[in-house]
């Protein structure tokens, strides 16, 4: 039995619970929330863990290691962290100095007891030969909306990293349906308690528990970790006291992902948007869609937040200066794309390619919270990697609880106008989606959508090498069910040289 199958079984069968060390802490499971790591680099990654439990003290001494072997007889790293109550007890330890490409096992102790065990990676070195990349995207793992088979499926992958692209908590009440198999604890998040008790709830689950322990972690954000479609300093409500809120929320994500320290945020503002070259295979981007993009054009009268508009009716759609992620940010990644790997993977939160709502009768109709609602913002992008040469850019994507394939073009006005990227925008882990006709009858106006489905739920793998992208897209049978079979929906390729995924 491989160890990562080995630690997939250990993990879900004891519900993560650690070992018990001593008779004075039994009364309390510290690492009740697990472990993660995340952010790698070649000669790093970050190592993450919350102690909770009743009267914890202010500060806490946590160590940590870092092995060779799962049986941990080669150390090859350890220290100690203080866990500290405001930041929510959490821990980010940061192991430097090791050795790239190669896997890891972690532990921590506190308090008499020991953690779980994870696994984890460095990142190739950047000009390392590499043959091939595993790792998969997800996204919206609305709790009270279904159980989490998908991501035990995800830890039984041998994946050498997982991009989640947002919406890891949601801050609303709550089912209104008090036989929900599963309900929010709490009213809709605004203060830090909040945050952090709804981040708590999440990562009690075994399954996410065990993805989170099989491999590196990358995150960012979308909405739901502060608020429903917010845009920068703007909540959907307008409220004025939504800074506060957002750095409330801010704060939460920070102590419960696999972040390092110097990413604490400052000034209301955590820097989310990164790159990661993956040896000489592969460039991968990420943004952050949420924290400086302009206002929702035309909202519904009194609100802010999204709508669903004709084009003709709102001329603020086509205003050229509104962007969805800065000009800070923009300008950023004008400068990331590589004319040298192989692969340019782009991770964002949403779906890129346009998606016309309309019909013929109401003309053209868009969604404003995604990239159809700033079409000057993805034209420039296009433009960028375009005039940068970017070699086979795929744009991987997630929020709106669908599985998408589509061909990216400068133009969607044209249909013989060039495929210049591709892209996967991956379904839900649980959050539900829209009526599955609703999708159906957007193929005949949208041709360049080669699949689009609403209907189940799940995640999509990759397999990457320097000639070909393969990506599975996985559903899960029966999203309420915690052992329900995940299987293949579709299977794309990528050629390299060929833009556009092709059916396999």
Avoid at 13 to 20: D, K, Q, R, S, V
Avoid at 419 to 433: D, K, P, R, T, Y
Wanted: aromatic share 8%; glycine share 8%.
């Amino acid at each position: 039995m491989s160890t990562r199958r080995h630690l997939l079984q250990t993990l879900l069968a004891a519900g993560c619970a650690p070992a018990l060390l001593s008779a004075r802490a039994a009364s309390a499971n510290h690492f009740a929330l697990g472990l993660a790591s995340g952010t790698p680099r070649a000669d790093r990654v970050v190592l993450w863990t919350r102690l909770v439990g009743p009267a914890l003290p202010a500060q806490c001494p946590v160590q940590w290691e870092l092995a060779e072997d799962e049986g941990f007889s080669r150390i090859a790293a350890h220290g100690e962290e203080t866990a500290l109550a405001e930041e929510a007890h959490s821990v980010h330890a940061e192991p430097q100095g090791l050795r790239p490409d190669r896997w890891y096992w972690y532990r921590f102790r506190a308090l008499g007891q020991q953690s779980p065990v994870g696994r984890t990676r460095t990142a190739p070195a950047a000009d390392a030969p590499v043959g091939r990349l595993r790792l998969a995207i997800a996204s919206c793992q609305r709790w009270d909306h279904g159980r989490y088979a998908a991501w035990g499926d995800v830890a039984g992958q041998d994946l050498d990293l997982l991009l989640f692209l947002g919406d890891y908590i949601y801050e609303s009440p709550a089912s209104a349906n008090p036989d929900a198999p599963r309900r929010h604890q709490g009213g809709t998040c605004h203060s830090l308690a909040d945050y952090r008790a709804r981040y708590a709830q999440y990562k009690g689950d075994p399954q996410l528990q065990a993805a989170h322990a099989a491999a590196p972690w990358i995150n960012v954000w979308d909405d739901h970790e502060v608020a429903n479609d917010f845009a920068g300093l703007v909540g959907q409500d307008l409220a004025p006291d939504f800074p506060a809120r957002r750095a409330a929320a801010m704060q939460a994500y920070w102590e419960h992902m696999p972040f390092p320290r110097a990413w604490k945020p400052r000034d209301n503002e955590l820097r989310l948007y990164h790159r990661l070259d993956w040896g000489s295979l592969a460039r991968i981007l990420t943004l952050d869609d949420r924290q400086w993009r302009d206002p929702q054009a035309c909202p519904k009268p009194g609100r802010a937040g999204s709508n669903t508009v004709n084009r003709r009716d709102c001329p603020a759609l086509d205003q050229p200066q509104r962007s969805l992620l800065g000009a800070a940010q923009e300008q950023w990644l004008a400068r990331q794309w590589d004319r040298e790997r192989p692969w340019n993977l782009l991770a964002q939160q949403t779906l890129m390619a346009r998606c016309d709502h309309g019909s013929a009768n109401s003309g053209e109709r868009y969604w404003t919270d995604g990239w159809d609602g700033y079409p000057a913002a993805r034209r420039r992008l296009l433009q960028d990697m375009q005039a940068a040469q970017a070699r086979n850019p795929v744009v991987l994507g997630g929020d709106v609880h669908a599985h998408y394939v589509a061909d990216l073009k400068q133009d969607f006005e044209r249909d013989d106008a060039p495929v210049i990227a591709s892209e996967f925008c991956g379904s839900s882990i649980s959050s539900e989606g829209l009526p599955q006709a609703r999708l159906d009858g957007l193929r005949a106006r949208n041709p360049h959508l080669q699949l689009a489905r609403s209907d189940v739920r799940g995640y999509v793998l990759f397999e990457l090498q320097a000639g070909q992208l393969q990506a599975r897209l996985r559903q899960v049978d029966d999203p309420w069910d915690a052992a329900s079979p995940v299987r293949d929906l579709a299977r794309y390729v990528v050629e390299a040289g060929r833009p556009g995924p092709q059916p396999a």
